[in-house]
């Protein structure tokens, strides 16, 4: 394909999606350093339906890290830090992790258990203000998981820690070591940290799902920082990936570092993969009521970003899909979605719960009034419950699809026998059967 044909394939590829209310955000992808598209879609606000634009705040969750990462990377450069300094050479408080260094929290290797795993996060932690030193008390008093080095496991602990050690060496707040050594450099105007208290202009406001959409759950955005508390527009972040993987805010030897896959393919502030034969960087983000996904291709010819404001949005998927029309790859771009949804009487009753063979998935379809609903789990194990449409029938077949996702359901009786293929919105298929028949397989 040329240019101008992998242009109308990345725009009807978010066509399609945007026609049927399956994305909330803003994508930006481009070609060997020039932007081919970038645009909002749907609403940064549903209250006051103020549209999202390129120009559009998101809070960015872990994609928070890199800038975290390359902080650390500058102080070392600076002569201030090692990579292999222990965490109680920096804070000294932290005497428990004296045989964690500063390499083992970077690279996800400490063992150090993810403060925003614990069973009272949601109910109570992320609800309340918090001093970096006030969450690192918590941190530490926890046992490791596993001898620093021995294992990788993904752990937000890690980067707060790195958050007070950044404080501690460079004697500033987290926010001032970013805006100086980052921000204000590249003039990207529309980046900072959050502090949950700052009236932050343009910022989107983030939704899940509950039948219907809702507000996210709160969160007090005063404790995250450099673990997943930043917010930016794709513009931004382009303009951040660009340079740094230029070489122009690092060294060389720091961007090897930064770039070399440890444990679990991931460097640091940066996961590991492939496409289409090509090594990516790459981290997913999300934060209560957004999502995120950046990937950048190690020879510097793909970028793709995408920032939603809906928490449940596809994020990975749409980005490997925009990543892989931009190296000429096919992908499917017609959903399955053609037809307006139908509302005809239903040929058969398939309501009810269903479960996979190996008893892990489950989704339950019930109706109230003419409604139809679809209770599964996604994201974290956390239950959400979508409205579904149906699009076609017979009589012993219904496809239904997600009013607010790219998924659908296709319900099949058998003699008297339902069960149904979920294709969900991160790409996989599941086959599932009806509570009463999984019943009636049982000896």
């Given at each position: 394909?040329?240019?101008?044909?992998?242009?109308?394939?990345?725009?009807?590829?978010?066509?399609?999606?945007?026609?049927?209310?399956?994305?909330?955000?803003?994508?930006l992808?481009?070609?060997?350093?020039?932007?081919?598209?970038?645009?909002?879609?749907?609403?940064?606000?549903?209250?006051?339906?103020?549209?999202?634009?390129?120009?559009?705040?998101?809070?960015?969750?872990?994609?928070?890290?890199?800038?975290?990462?390359?902080?650390?990377?500058?102080?070392?450069?600076l002569?201030?830090?090692?990579?292999?300094?222990?965490?109680?050479?920096?804070?000294?408080?932290?005497?428990?992790?004296?045989?964690?260094?500063?390499?083992?929290?970077?690279?996800?290797?400490?063992?150090i258990?993810?403060?925003?795993?614990?069973?009272?996060?949601?109910?109570?932690?992320?609800?309340?203000?918090a001093?970096?030193?006030?969450?690192?008390?918590?941190?530490?008093?926890?046992?490791?998981?596993?001898?620093?080095?021995?294992?990788?496991?993904?752990?937000?602990?890690?980067?707060?820690i790195?958050?007070?050690?950044?404080?501690?060496?460079?004697?500033?707040?987290?926010?001032?070591?970013?805006?100086?050594?980052w921000?204000?450099?590249?003039?990207?105007?529309d980046?900072?940290?959050?502090?949950?208290?700052?009236i932050?202009k343009?910022?989107?406001?983030?939704?899940?799902?509950?039948?219907?959409?809702?507000?996210?759950?709160?969160?007090?955005?005063?404790?995250?920082?450099?673990?997943?508390?930043?917010?930016?527009?794709?513009?931004?972040?382009?303009?951040?990936?660009?340079?740094?993987?230029?070489?122009?805010?690092?060294?060389?030897r720091?961007?090897?570092?930064?770039?070399?896959?440890?444990?679990?393919?991931?460097?640091?502030?940066?996961?590991?993969?492939?496409?289409?034969?090509?090594?990516?960087?790459?981290?997913?983000?999300?934060?209560?009521?957004?999502?995120?996904?950046?990937?950048?291709?190690?020879?510097?010819?793909?970028?793709?970003?995408?920032?939603?404001?809906?928490?449940?949005?596809?994020v990975?998927?749409?980005?490997?899909?925009?990543?892989?029309?931009?190296?000429?790859?096919?992908?499917?771009?017609?959903?399955?979605?053609?037809?307006?949804?139908?509302?005809?009487?239903?040929?058969?009753?398939?309501?009810?719960?269903?479960?996979?063979?190996?008893?892990?998935?489950?989704?339950?379809?019930?109706?109230?009034?003419?409604?139809?609903?679809?209770?599964?789990?996604?994201?974290?194990?956390?239950?959400y419950?979508?409205?579904?449409?149906?699009?076609?029938?017979?009589?012993?077949?219904?496809?239904?699809?997600?009013?607010?996702?790219?998924?659908?359901?296709?319900?099949?009786?058998?003699?008297?026998?339902?069960?149904?293929?979920?294709?969900?919105s991160?790409?996989?298929?599941?086959?599932?059967?009806?509570?009463?028949?999984?019943?009636?397989?049982?000896?």
């Amino acid at each position: 394909m040329n240019k101008s044909e992998i242009i109308s394939y990345l725009t009807q590829y978010m066509k399609n999606l945007d026609n049927f209310d399956h994305f909330n955000g803003c994508v930006l992808a481009a070609y060997q350093g020039e932007v081919l598209l970038s645009k909002g879609y749907a609403t940064a606000n549903r209250a006051f339906e103020v549209p999202n634009s390129p120009s559009t705040r998101f809070p960015i969750g872990s994609l928070t890290k890199s800038f975290t990462a390359a902080a650390i990377l500058r102080l070392e450069e600076l002569g201030l830090l090692n990579m292999e300094d222990s965490v109680e050479w920096h804070l000294p408080g932290c005497s428990s992790l004296i045989n964690v260094t500063l390499h083992h929290l970077l690279s996800n290797t400490s063992g150090i258990p993810d403060f925003a795993a614990q069973p009272d996060y949601w109910e109570k932690t992320m609800r309340l203000p918090a001093t970096v030193s006030q969450l690192i008390e918590r941190i530490v008093n926890q046992p490791l998981h596993f001898e620093p080095g021995r294992q990788y496991s993904y752990s937000n602990s890690n980067y707060i820690i790195l958050t007070a050690v950044i404080e501690t060496v460079s004697g500033q707040s987290y926010s001032s070591f970013i805006q100086k050594e980052w921000l204000k450099p590249l003039g990207l105007h529309d980046s900072g940290v959050l502090d949950g208290r700052t009236i932050v202009k343009n910022l989107a406001t983030g939704y899940s799902i509950d039948k219907m959409i809702i507000y996210s759950e709160y969160i007090d955005m005063s404790f995250p920082l450099g673990a997943y508390g930043m917010y930016s527009t794709v513009k931004d972040l382009f303009t951040w990936t660009e340079a740094l993987f230029s070489g122009r805010m690092l060294t060389e030897r720091s961007l090897k570092k930064m770039c070399t896959p440890y444990k679990g393919k991931y460097g640091y502030g940066w996961g590991f993969d492939k496409l289409s034969e090509r090594e990516v960087v790459c981290h997913f983000g999300d934060v209560n009521g957004f999502c995120s996904e950046m990937l950048r291709s190690l020879d510097g010819e793909v970028t793709v970003i995408v920032l939603s404001n809906f928490n449940i949005t596809p994020v990975t998927r749409i980005n490997r899909d925009l990543a892989a029309i931009l190296c000429n790859e096919r992908v499917d771009t017609t959903p399955w979605i053609m037809e307006e949804p139908l509302y005809a009487s239903l040929p058969f009753d398939f309501q009810g719960t269903y479960y996979s063979e190996d008893g892990e998935a489950l989704i339950t379809l019930y109706s109230e009034g003419s409604t139809y609903f679809m209770t599964l789990p996604k994201r974290y194990g956390a239950v959400y419950t979508l409205p579904v449409k149906q699009i076609s029938s017979s009589s012993s077949s219904v496809l239904m699809i997600s009013s607010n996702t790219p998924e659908s359901i296709q319900i099949i009786k058998e003699e008297n026998k339902l069960f149904i293929h979920h294709h969900d919105s991160d790409g996989t298929i599941k086959t599932l059967t009806r509570a009463e028949e999984c019943k009636k397989k049982q000896p």
